[in-house]
């Protein structure tokens, strides 16, 4: 099939070449602008671009979906479908109904659950049990398109975000080749979502990384592998502002109160939490430093036993 892919980041990298060696023919790959980065500012290309030159396709880059310009390059390209992943620009109607089959989008969550930008990491944010990736027929709301395939996972109580993020990646590239090859059979049957079982699945920001101890262990836990590896879990030891990068959940309850510090050694260290459980904090990074164990970081910090550690603002 003669497929144009829209993609940008890591996550639409397996899509893209999923699509490739399946045969299709990518007649072009259209990406955000390249970006500056780090402290020289140099030009970046996107993931997608280095992949797609590295494949030798044709690379499209404009700066709006919405002057007639993306419509014009696509209408030289002629493709017969658009497939889209994590692209990171709203497509007019124009070019959604361009292509003979539509366009359809890889969606990293089981819609309706968590429309919206980050829904890898709402999931586990939610302590939710199963996610799962979607093959959309796009629409003009915010993921809100018949589903044409879905494919559920179950999610590890100790995964992380960035760990679900690459395994929902090729999850999407093998799910979208199934959905084009049941698209050219004409065999997909497209479901119209439910709307009242819709969640919606905003981005994330700082304001969510401060620790409050008097949540339970497990909605902390669920907060320190959700914001990983960014904007990621903060709290202040000794002062210093830390990232709290790997958590886990060793069963135990206390009757200390929220935040009382239980234990600080060379073995870790491990908090009270709203809930009378504890929560261990195994690594961590404080500000300006490198990642490192919790305990490598007490040996120039201690942390007194009975210390109550309070939310940071």
């Known amino acids: 099939?003669?497929?144009?892919?829209?993609?940008?980041?890591?996550?639409?990298?397996?899509?893209?070449?999923a699509l490739v060696e399946a045969g299709?023919?990518?007649?072009?790959?259209?990406t955000q602008p390249d970006k500056p980065k780090n402290r020289g500012m140099k030009l970046q290309p996107p993931?997608?671009?280095?992949?797609?030159?590295?494949?030798?396709?044709?690379?499209?880059?404009?700066?709006?979906?919405?002057?007639?310009?993306?419509?014009?390059?696509?209408?030289?390209?002629k493709p017969e479908l658009i497939a889209v992943a994590a692209y990171g620009?709203?497509?007019?109607?124009?070019?959604?109904?361009?292509?003979?089959?539509?366009?359809?989008n890889v969606h990293s969550s089981l819609l309706p659950k968590y429309r919206g930008a980050a829904p890898i990491n709402w999931a586990i944010l939610n302590g939710e049990d199963e996610t799962g990736v979607t093959i959309m027929s796009m629409a003009e709301g915010m993921d809100t398109g018949d589903i044409l395939a879905q494919r559920a996972t179950p999610i590890d109580i100790n995964e992380n975000a960035a760990q679900l993020f690459d395994r929902l990646a090729q999850m999407g590239g093998a799910l979208l080749v199934e959905t084009v090859r049941g698209l050219e059979a004409g065999t997909v049957k497209p479901v119209p979502q439910d709307d009242a079982l819709?969640?919606?699945?905003?981005?994330?920001?700082?304001?969510?990384?401060?620790?409050?101890?008097?949540?339970?262990?497990?909605?902390?836990h669920d907060?320190?592998?959700g914001l990983f590896p960014w904007p990621a879990a903060t709290a202040a030891l000794d002062g210093v502002r830390c990232k709290i990068l790997r958590t886990a959940l060793p069963g135990e309850v206390t009757d200390k109160a929220p935040g009382a510090v239980l234990q600080a050694?060379?073995?870790?260290?491990?908090?009270?939490?709203?809930?009378?459980?504890?929560?261990?904090?195994?690594e961590l990074q404080p500000d300006g430093k490198k990642a490192m164990a919790a305990c490598a970081f007490l040996l120039g910090h201690p942390v007194p036993v009975g210390t109550v550690l309070t939310k940071q603002g």
Request: hydrophobic content about 45%; aromatic content about 4%; charged content about 25%.
């Open 265 to 282: 050694d060379k073995k870790g260290l491990r908090v009270a939490c709203g809930d009378g459980a504890v929560l261990d904090i195994l």
């Open 198 to 220: 819709s969640s919606h699945a905003p981005m994330l920001s700082r304001e969510q990384s401060p620790m409050d101890w008097s949540r339970t262990a497990r909605q902390l």
């Open 1 to 17: 099939m003669r497929i144009v892919f829209m993609g940008t980041p890591d996550f639409a990298v397996p899509s893209l070449k």
């Open 24 to 30: 299709h023919e990518v007649c072009g790959v259209f």
């Open 89 to 104: 620009k709203i497509l007019p109607v124009d070019i959604l109904e361009l292509p003979q089959l539509g366009c359809v």
């Open 223 to 225: 907060q320190a592998r």
């Open 47 to 77: 993931p997608v671009k280095e992949l797609a030159l590295e494949l030798g396709l044709p690379v499209y880059q404009p700066a709006k979906m919405r002057d007639g310009e993306a419509l014009n390059m696509l209408r030289e390209l």
